[in-house]
């Protein structure tokens, strides 16, 4: 299981901010927090999934979560991809080894 990518963004007055990972081949489950974006009383704090079987349809599917949640369209939805630990490693292999 390895995280694939980093989610943040807006709803209405919510924002979001969760986790894609990879569970195995074409499996992927989202977690996505969701909570105020000023405290107010009258709104709650949420912890949605979703589940997918490419980053692209997880993704829609945690969108999908959210607006149920809290009635609103995803304004706004950055997604980072994270590399592989053996990328970074490789990565990091090649800057020392061209100091």
């Not at 349809?57 to 991809?81: C, D, F, I, N, Y």
Request: net charge positive; charged share 20%.
């Amino acid at each position: 299981m390895g995280l694939s990518a980093a989610l943040a963004g807006d709803a209405g007055n919510y924002r979001i901010i969760g986790a894609v990972w990879e569970l195995g081949p074409s499996n992927y489950r989202a977690y996505v927090h969701v909570f105020p974006a000023t405290p107010r009383p009258d709104l709650s704090r949420s912890v949605v999934s979703a589940d997918g079987m490419t980053l692209q349809e997880v993704v829609g599917a945690a969108k999908a979560q959210v607006k149920s949640t809290v009635g609103m369209l995803v304004e706004r939805l950055e997604v980072r991809t994270v590399p592989r630990t053996s990328e970074s490693l490789l990565w990091l292999d090649r800057s020392v080894a061209d100091r």
